[in-house]
């Protein structure tokens, strides 16, 4: 996630330079032939342009806004993650008198925020698990298709056996497992968003649009504007095609880029609150954002 | 549900190629006529075609709105029916300790998720039903006219049956009757979703419209673009013509073709996931993406 | 509701042809004075048409997306009903020993879903109650001014005396009440949106916009368009008239009409789930739509 | 809350008869100057007034958009009120033996609502609090800043002796605590409408860029327009000003003026149905609209 | 938050004085080398002015919608927040029996909401630990780097110790946590927003685009309106310029400025309800709005 308030043109420009070099280049090519080359058949100055130009706003509103909707539900979802961690690991610290069940349990949550943010992005868990899971679980549970589910399932297990060794009450547990609950719900919200694409002709349109309206907008104007075609058309379609990208950035919000939701930060912040709630002091540091990018 | 990046102009214009050629034949029709036949009495170069653009772009923006809210609440639904299920079966797991009763629940839950798809494409379960609930119970639930409310219906009884027995105490029966609960909502949902069509204005008008603009659109600019008349009126034609498909594509999520939620995979994910809890490890392999559909 | 997928542009004009007969007339009206009379002062060729028409494109749209809001909200609430009577249903069956109350309890809620449609559309529910409830309770329930209120209550008193009497435990009458103010907050939204209209500006606004929209069109027109005057005068108003009317046919779904809800077909279903569910065979077919209306 | 089906041109006319009077006169004073006293310096011909009145449209719809919701909130929030307490009084009657107590508390809840109508007029309330409550209770909660919140209390007061004294057990108080903790969930969130109106620039800026707009516009069009001009610019004008107002209109619901949520009609059906609960006959009349008004 | 109504044209002029001036300067010096200099190679008089601007419209749309839908969940989660410490502590006093203990926890939890608004603006909060925590609990929850978090922490362990002394039962405990979870949930989501920014795309892209639309537009208009072109193309510059500045003042709602979310009044009003509620009479005064800001 950019944190960085340096977004500037210079900023825009830079990144989009190939764009936009091929833009004004094209827009020169016909601003030249027309004007130079004399070829006036190229002119085509009554063409709709502000129609063409309503039906890609509409297809851009839409799925920009239908974007960034899914990415602050993502962003919304990990603080669900985040926040029922902290319920659970308070309820285990109030509730549960076996002290090493219930550093064994925070320690699980910690391992599962952890292993679900590599399960989005599709990376391996091994190190996670080895670092916070005893090994017979690590090696377990890094077998499964889905590892932070398998890592909630053997939590499940082990409450099962506190309550049938009597160590914990029913509404201890249904409390706690109300807790579990909510983290699953969000943790399928959060598939639901990986699995499921913006549907394609959404992402697709309207880059389709504003390239196709980037071919004509020269034509039209060329009569018009003359030498100051290039100056013109540029401006216009390259507005067009940046909020395109705009959209492009936050419609996959796990997709290992810059753009991403800052799961990093999120969860070494679970991670840190979790330790400390258990007596460690030896934490590892905050995120920080590096170069204005918080990873 | 299409998963391939590669929708790109080629993909549009060969689905569309009907659309697209009756257009331009129209579009040339107009043309040929007016500078050929001279026919002059066919331009209206004065028609307010803005204006009819916006009423289109208007009624296209709610339409294709509520399509996409539509779809993304279906594939939301069933995220739920996914979550309450695996919350089913770890609550099954972790609190009931006779483990042939919890076999049987959760193989009923598989039942009833891949019924559900049945239910809602409108398609016989009997293949499902005899694969995971006992005959008689798949014999007397495949009759019902609404087969998975029969199978919930069913594991309602299982449970009351073992509370009466005193396997389960009020309390857990409680907690499961409550995600029990939440997977009817979900399908509640679902089943609102596919017997409430979008208002059939709001699904007919767009089509209806833009239909009418195209008509109008080259007696509008045959004068002004004369020879190039065909790909002005075709380009802006074409791209609303798309626009409303795509709405259109959406605004059924349950209807058995390319655009559909993906049941079959999310079904086929729960059945994996559920079998593996029961300890099964012959499982189907998971659903994936042909030519870039995923079913 | 109209489910049928015959809305074309035939039934369009068909159902509106008063209003388009009025605005061709008008139109023809003007074109006739300006070409044939020379009243040239009719014409105000410059008048500024597109600021109008982003005048009333603002209104229709926030009118008609609110519109749609009321009916799908309206949609969901009934759809909550049916969820919570199945809940209410199973949870009576599985956790009641006491068979007759069980019965007695879920045609109570079978009246209770009917006498609400009734109490909806200002309807008597006399029929109903004599239906499904006991005499006695029929007579009581029919005199309150909130019959389906008067129904809920005596289920309640009913769900006490059976707690007093030792019947029901205390957390299996909290599981139930439960259901039952789910119900209740679900009728409570109903009301509201059957008693708090659209806020009369939202509702009244457009009509006169596009009224005056269509008065002064042809004006504006007519120096520009001659004799193609009505066409495109009459297609562009035609066009924000039917939008107007798709919000006006929406904004209140229970008003008995075309457009309403299908209440009658949701009771229905609901009226054979719950009786099947307490094993009553001769039950009801269910509402099918009939010339493409689903009551 | 006006009910009245009668809004039409001649009631908005009349409404905003000063504001298009003023309007109208500048018009003309504009189109005198330029037509018989020869100012042609006033005319600016070229003025991109469609630039203008999109900036206009974008502001109005934010505002309108976000004024409608608080409108909807504001009555969403009346009705879970009126639903909660509705579920209070079931529950009431129902679990709790002592009847004495079970009217008391129900007259409480009554009380409850007509002071929070008055809290957030900002009026007295202590007419209702002496008519339903008892005379200590009166005195104590009337002093206090937050009277609804004070009667609150007090009922959770009478819960608690209730509990001490053996009366209620500790399921029954969760139960009823939940329903009075939603009630004051309800009670915040109309608070929050009351007291953080819509920001503040969203709400002043509609008006200033409309009055801008409404100073150039005859400017801009007198040269096109002629004698026409108060026509024209008039009728844009007063749209975009009477779209103002709507918005004016709903922002604040809370403002004691007719566009309020029927808070009067909402806290009458209250008492009625709560009245009526406990078997008191002698009911006020409910509140209808006059002149078209439900206040 | 700017509470009050004195927002008007002379407000909004005197707080962007600078950038109009240097809007009207720029102008003015385009107009004079063009009028005055005859550099009419300045000119270009056929700039698709529409075009930016729509695409300008667009990008404000979905950014100011954004920002404003940050600010409105802002105060609605300090509402929550606010709301669920009245339940928490209508909660204490009516189900704990032990005084001391009951004051301790409500003191705590004044001092939790008021660390939670120095937390968000990352502003020391020694002061309100000193004066509502014991000695000791302050200096250790000083400490923490999620200050409110550690005082929640220790009301935990509170409860935890009240219940394993045999104070409290297990559903009060229960009750109880379950309100203080809602409260770490509104201050997760407040966390959320104040460590999210949006994305900063949306953020920039505005600025530049107005930015870029104010240099162009004087070319394009001042062949058109000679000498009015400062007037022309200021007021429009300027709409598009407070427009961007309204959505900057909202996206951020915790950044110590006149824009914020009222925290001060919501933590003030707080402290004040939970006081009274244990007996004190000594308390501190609402916050009034000074200059028509709350603060």
Sequence with gaps: MIVSRGIHLGWLLRRNALALATLVAYDVAITFAYVWLHWHWLAIPMLPLPLLGSAIALILTIRNNAA???????????????????????????????AALGRRLIRCQIAYALALRCHLLRQSSAEVLAQYLPPDLAETCGRAANVPMAIQIAMGRDLAAARSDGKLDTV???????????????????????????????????????????????????????????????????????LNEVGDDLEDPFSNDMHDVPMKAITRTLEIDLLQSIGVTDVPPPITPQNGILP
């Design 172 to 242: 201890t547990v249904a409390n706690l497992d109300r807790t579990l609950a909510a983290v699953v719900d969000a943790q399928g919200g959060l598939e639901r968003i990986k699995n499921t694409p913006l549907p394609r002709q959404y992402s697709a349109l309207p880059l389709v649009f504003s390239g196709a309206y980037c071919v004509v907008l020269p034509l039209g104007l060329v009569k018009a504007l003359a030498l100051a075609t290039p100056l013109g058309s540029a401006l216009i379609g390259f507005m067009f095609l940046i």
């Design 68 to 98: 960034y909707a899914r990415w602050w539900e993502a962003r919304t979802l990990w603080g669900a993650i985040l926040n029922n961690s902290r319920n659970f690991a308070r309820g285990v610290l109030t509730q549960i008198d076996d």
